[in-house]
């Protein structure tokens, strides 16, 4: 007999059960019966997460006067281990495994063989089922499939009869939470849960009719086909069709004859399309709780999201929260977010993200910041214990969010809310005030953008114009390579909304920790240390086409106007003339065609690389600006990668390692005539962005949000008295730089925070 064939006369006569009027304390009772019966084990025993522990419920073979007497924490015994892991037990010898614990109530001591499988609802445990029988042995898979499948329809009983906790219990009593998370994006917000993609509720386990069934999940399976084809044939660029690496994987799955066929087979067992494919998906989570190795553990996650992908198809649940529309203030939470996928959302109801993952420098962080919208990652379990409408506080400052939270700490919350509103609203106050220093120097304070809504920015804070036009956001947020035409349009734009106010736009910086799909190759996926991998200007140099075409349409949208063009990750001179040469042969082919320049050209770099700095004076008459990308460069001169949630707060921007390579850069560039700035987090930070005027920085790049407080900040400063501090703290450093020159701004009323 196969598993298949087991599972459906098990199902069979389960299905005569459900459907019963029996209370459903009595269809339980018979649920063992049945299960013991058909695979002839002494034991059938159902254990339901009731009020936080596991309780025995009805079974066969134990004695009976321990239903719901037997109780079991989550992670005790065997039954607690199943429901902890959410995995499968198969043990020939149950008293042989560590995390055996003996119910001398239950009368199971006669028992040595022991197989158990859990009990999901909603990708959660919310019980255990158990088979033993007396003699030592281990269960054939044919037993184990037929379990697997009678679970999940005995899921769908216990949540509907209300039997065990729900989802909202599980995790907690339905009370305030704080759960910790990795700060991306600092900010305050509050809202209600929504999630990214909204649960799929599968209401019928049972199948009526089997051959329907198949066919609706062979539609299905050739309409996902379809759309990741189309994926494919819209990747238009590319030496060698890189784009078709990238989407082989998920193209691998996509024909996988194994996966069809399990899902057939869950099919033949009885199931509906939903309820297979839910199946097969419970199968290979389990599995990925037992991979170690980080490939194939991603290599899995891909096979989760295609049927993630086939189960909406199949269902006619399709979209996300962004295609429904958002109806009051929320707070998104989601596993991980595409930067395409955030800038769907209304701007004006979106107040937040949670990410189950996500790191420091994913690409939807880059976005989230330009968009002003907090963001907290590595928020383990968030998905597991929030529920959708659940109120939430999100305090990405601090790295937390509460669920659901007391009137108490709401007030608390709304206070410290109110102050920060207040602060905000005082440096708005500033947008039309010039931000000179005490002593009468104009420090030129500029925006770091990468969208065309970002430009609106500039009036909005005053700032002096865009110090960072991020050209990769476009790239970013596209499944292709946009067109020149397509890029051409966006810097025009970029440009008539700016008015008179610079620009400075930076070659696309891609590759590396910022891949694209249709920019990858095998020797991109293999490097083990992106950030300092083929990317940036590096990879540009080598795809000269990609190179030129943005050459063209940052000339052709600058007609008649000033283009400032500045190349990232620049580690030596020449890198510097390559690139400022593919500029130069489209400005000539463009005077060739009579088209209309810009009126003036100024090329720059950006040093993030420490190279550099050793050999800027070889560069002199040909550099126009520089500009210092603190991220880049701090993560090189330590070494340390600020993905890394232990490294991302180790190594101080106010060392002396870094402010001493700082001033030896503003030293080396006097008498050059190269303006020199800083662009990055650094000198939006208040207490930071003292110790760069400080230095000698004139020019600081920084986020829409920091330039009111920026400003407020330079319009206290002595440069003279300031800058003779630096020096001698520079000399001889404190013990740490940080509190002196925190001390020194609260002696003279300047608030650092």
């Known amino acids: 007999m196969t598993a298949a064939t087991s599972a459906r006369l098990i199902l069979t006569r389960l299905h005569e059960v459900m459907a019963s009027r029996a209370q459903p304390q009595r269809k339980l009772d018979q649920v063992v019966e049945i299960i013991g019966e058909s695979l002839?084990?002494?034991?059938?025993?159902?254990y339901l997460l009731r009020d936080g522990a596991l309780e025995l419920f009805a079974t066969r073979g134990l004695n009976p006067e321990a239903v719901h007497v037997t109780r079991l924490a989550v992670g005790e015994g065997l039954v607690g281990t199943i429901a902890a892991n959410v995995e499968m037990l198969n043990l020939a010898e149950a008293a042989s495994h560590p995390d055996f614990a003996y119910r001398p109530e239950t009368g199971e001591d006669r028992f040595h063989s022991f197989a158990g499988v859990p009990i999901i609802h909603r990708a959660r445990a919310i019980g255990a089922l158990v088979v033993q029988h007396a003699d030592p042995r281990r269960y054939e898979d044919i037993e184990i499939e037929a379990l697997q499948t009678t679970a999940m329809v005995l899921s769908e009983l216990i949540a509907h009869a209300g039997?065990?906790?729900?989802?909202?219990?599980?995790?907690?009593?339905?009370?305030?939470?704080?759960?910790?998370?990795?700060?991306?994006?600092?900010?305050l917000a509050t809202g209600f849960a929504v999630f990214h993609q909204p649960r799929i509720t599968i209401d019928q386990v049972v199948a009526e009719d089997i051959e329907a069934e198949r066919q609706r999940v062979y539609r299905a399976f050739d309409k996902m086909r379809e759309q990741i084809d189309h994926m494919a044939s819209q990747a238009e660029f590319g030496v060698g069709g890189e784009h078709d690496e990238v989407l082989e994987t998920y193209k691998m799955f996509a024909y996988d004859e194994g996966w069809g066929r399990r899902i057939n087979e869950a099919i033949d067992s009885g199931l509906t399309a939903e309820a297979a494919i839910e199946r097969v998906q419970q199968r290979t989570r389990m599995r990925m709780r037992q991979i170690d190795d980080p490939l194939l553990a991603d290599r899995m996650h891909d096979l989760e999201d295609l049927s993630n992908r086939l189960l909406r198809i199949v269902s006619g649940q399709l979209g996300t929260a962004a295609t429904q529309g958002l109806r009051r203030d929320t707070i998104l939470i989601a596993r991980n977010l595409g930067p395409a996928e955030l800038l769907e959302y209304d701007r004006r109801r979106l107040k937040g993200v949670v990410l189950e993952e996500g790191s420091l420098t994913a690409h939807v962080v880059i976005v989230a910041r330009a968009m002003g919208i907090p963001v907290l990652g590595r928020c383990a379990g968030i998905t597991r214990q929030v529920a959708e409408g659940d109120e939430l506080m999100l305090d990405a400052d601090k790295g937390v969010v509460t669920l659901r939270p007391s009137q108490a700490m709401a007030e608390v919350f709304d206070a410290r809310f109110a102050k920060s509103r207040e602060r905000l609203a005082a440096y708005a106050e500033m947008r039309d005030v010039e931000p000179f220093t005490r002593c009468g120097t104009r420090i030129q304070v500029m925006i770091n953008a990468g969208l065309r809504d970002d430009i609106s920015m500039l009036a909005m804070t005053g700032a002096d114009g865009v110090g960072l036009f991020r050209t990769e956001f476009q790239f970013l947020v596209s499944a292709t390579l946009p067109q020149r035409e397509r890029q051409t349009r966006l810097y025009?734009?970029?440009?008539?909304?700016?008015?008179?106010?610079?620009v400075i736009f930076r070659t696309v910086d891609i590759g590396g920790d910022k891949a694209v799909p249709y920019l990858t190759s095998e020797a991109l996926e293999r490097e083990e240390n992106p950030a300092m991998g083929w990317r940036a200007l590096r990879l540009a140099l080598e795809r000269e086409g990609l190179l030129k075409a943005q050459a063209r349409a940052l000339l052709e949208a600058s007609a008649g106007r000033s283009l400032n063009v500045?190349?990232?990750?620049?580690?030596?001179?020449?890198?510097f003339d390559a690139a400022k040469a593919v500029f130069e042969d489209q400005l000539a082919f463009l005077k060739t065609r009579r088209k209309q320049l810009p009126k003036a050209i100024r090329y720059g770099a950006m040093l993030e690389v420490p190279a550099l700095a050793e050999v800027l004076e070889q560069l002199t008459g040909r550099l126009s600006f520089l500009s210092v990308g603190t991220n880049d460069l701090t993560q090189f001169l330590f070494a340390a990668d600020r993905a890394n949630p232990k490294l991302a707060e180790r190594y101080d921007w106010l060392s002396p390692a870094i402010l001493r390579f700082l001033d030896r850069i503003v030293r080396g560039l006097v008498g050059t005539g190269i303006d020199l700035g800083v662009c990055g987090e650094m000198g939006g930070r208040r207490l930071e962005a003292l110790a760069l005027l400080g230095i000698g920085y004139r020019r600081l790049s920084i986020t829409p949000a920091a330039v009111g407080p920026i400003k407020e900040l330079v319009r206290k400063v002595d440069l003279a008295e300031l800058s003779g501090a630096m020096a001698e703290w520079l000399h001889r450093p404190p013990p740490s730089m940080r509190a002196a020159l925190g001390e020194w701004a609260e002696a003279r009323g300047i608030d650092t925070e």
């Open 40 to 46: 002839d084990s002494e034991v059938c025993s159902i």
């Open 163 to 187: 039997l065990a906790d729900n989802e909202h219990a599980l995790e907690n009593d339905g009370g305030p939470r704080i759960l910790p998370g990795l700060t991306l994006v600092k900010g």
């Open 492 to 502: 025009r734009d970029v440009l008539e909304a700016a008015g008179d106010k610079p």
């Open 566 to 575: 500045m190349f990232p990750m620049v580690s030596e001179p020449w890198e």
